[in-house]
């Protein structure tokens, strides 16, 4: 054991279909390595909990296990309450909403012995190109996205779980991701001091415990072009010293590319450098360990930076400590107000809905498809439509089977390595030809598209269109319970 595993956080992944049985041996060598905690995706909650169990009773050091929770607790756990995306929340106009979010967020979180909610976003949603962000950002307006970022900050820690300001200074104005690619944002200090840094100030005053960094370069920041993850001058003397932040600096997922250059290992010890005090998702801990142990014998690394991060991470370790013994037995049934909250941001953006018949048909045209892990399933949508009293069938395309209006389902989320925000050529074609077949058959087409509302000028001869922001189970079910209620 070294004390330099500590400021790891390695990732853990639910398995369809050998769950957590094949990490486990991966964990083991994790917390016998002496890791500062985890980073979970995925798993129904039980099974997340006696994980989460068996991880806080093994560690010989306090544990911060987080998870990114943006939407809810099930965005990654199964039976717990999914939300809207942080931009349908906000849309409603009630910081009191997004206060609740974070709080009910945060407390089944605990319940399952997740004690740090990577979120809120508070990247702002200002570039329509931009192929991560988009929904899961609380608006484009800087003073809104404050003072929403704030309530969901104070909520959430008002249940003795970390929140975390992400991603800092700022992801918003970027035209790639940085799965795939180091992004370069290029407006001027100015700019990003006025407009992109306001919900961080605001996040901090409210006492955010921890702050993710972007793995994107600001050359009006920094010069050198270095991703702010590596960057001293972003971390250190900006966030740091200018707007005084003492808490947690944790590193975006060392997998991506845009942190990558010149391997993950030396990334690790880059970024310990410039500032951050823990890095999130080294696939090599061992290796991780091993190279920062060298650099700080050799002097590349300074003994005092490490011990300020071993300082600040246990601190934040034992304050949120109690959520360990929050580990239950009891139910961990979801909460209904998430689904009504669902139902209340589902909203027309075009046409008039008319109402379903007895026999619904719904055409699915995916643009999730690819990427390393799989999009949800788009089964709720349909089952849901069926739940209300009508018979929902799925079809390639219209047929004689239905005279009532056909449902085009249109995926098209934010997802990481997706690489763009909008629709590819091919689904606008998909859907234009279900509409034109609908059209011949003298019937409505109603275009669901559950994605940003933006997207809805690339969706061409729909009847109507209807936003439901994202394509989570939450979302597809308010949608139909919505359509079902038109008419």
């Known amino acids: 054991m070294t004390e330099t595993a500590a400021l790891l956080l390695p990732a853990v992944r639910w398995h369809a279909e050998h769950g957590f049985e094949q990490e486990l041996p991966r964990v083991e060598r994790a917390l016998a390595l002496g890791v500062g905690g985890f980073i979970l995706f995925g798993g129904p909650a039980p099974a997340v909990r006696d994980l989460t169990r068996m991880m806080h009773a093994r560690s010989r050091l306090p544990l911060l296990v987080g998870a990114d929770l943006e939407r809810g607790a099930g965005q990654q756990f199964v039976g717990l309450t999914g939300l809207p995306p942080l931009a349908a929340v906000a ?196 290796a991780a360990v091993r190279t920062l142990d060298r650099a700080l014998r050799d002097g590349t690394l300074d003994a005092e930076r490490v011990h300020d991060a071993l300082r600040r991470r246990q601190r934040w370790a034992e304050w949120a400590a109690p959520a360990a013994a929050a580990i239950d037995g009891g139910p961990l049934s979801a909460d209904a107000w998430g689904g009504e909250v669902a139902e209340r941001v589902v909203h027309a953006l075009r046409g008039r809905v008319p109402r379903l018949a007895p026999v619904t048909e719904v055409v699915v045209v995916d643009d999730d498809l690819g990427g390393p892990y799989p999009a949800p399933s788009r089964e709720p949508f349909v089952a849901a439509l069926s739940a209300t009293g009508v018979e929902a069938r799925l079809a390639p395309a219209p047929s004689a089977a239905s005279r009532g209006p056909v449902i085009v389902a249109l995926f098209g989320d934010i997802r990481s390595w997706k690489g763009r925000p909008g629709y590819s050529a091919a689904a606008r074609a998909a859907v234009r030809t279900t509409c034109d077949a609908a059209r011949a058959q003298a019937r409505d087409a109603v275009v669901v598209q559950f994605s940003h509302p933006r997207l809805a000028g690339a969706v061409e001869g729909a009847d109507a269109v209807v936003c439901a922001w994202g394509g ?16």
Not at 472 to 487: D, P
């Open 91 to 286: 849309s409603l106009g009630e910081p009191d909403v997004v206060r609740q979010a974070a709080r009910l967020t945060a407390r089944e979180a605990r319940r399952l012995g997740v004690n740090w909610v990577y979120g809120p976003v508070c990247d702002l949603d200002v570039e329509p190109d931009n192929p991560i962000v988009g929904t899961r950002a609380l608006g484009a307006d800087p003073a809104t996205v404050a003072e929403l970022a704030a309530e969901w900050v104070d909520g959430c820690q008002a249940e003795g779980v970390l929140a975390c300001a992400k991603h800092f200074p700022g992801h918003g104005r970027t035209t790639g991701d940085s799965h795939m690619e180091l992004p370069v944002v290029r407006a001027a200090a100015d700019t990003l001091y006025a407009e992109d840094l306001t919900p961080f100030r605001a996040a901090i005053d409210a006492g955010v415990a921890s702050v993710m960094s972007a793995h994107v370069a600001f050359p009006a920041l920094d010069p050198s072009g270095a991703p702010a993850t590596l960057s001293r001058p972003i971390l250190h003397d900006l966030l740091r010293r200018q707007l005084r932040f003492d808490g947690l600096v944790v590193t975006d997922a060392l997998i991506m590319e845009g942190v990558r250059g010149d391997g993950e290992a030396a990334a690790a010890v880059r970024a310990l450098a410039a500032g951050c005090d823990l890095l999130l998702y080294p696939e090599d801990p061992e």
């Open 472 to 487: 989570e189970r939450v979302m597809q079910e308010a949608a139909a319970r919505w359509l079902r209620r038109q008419g």
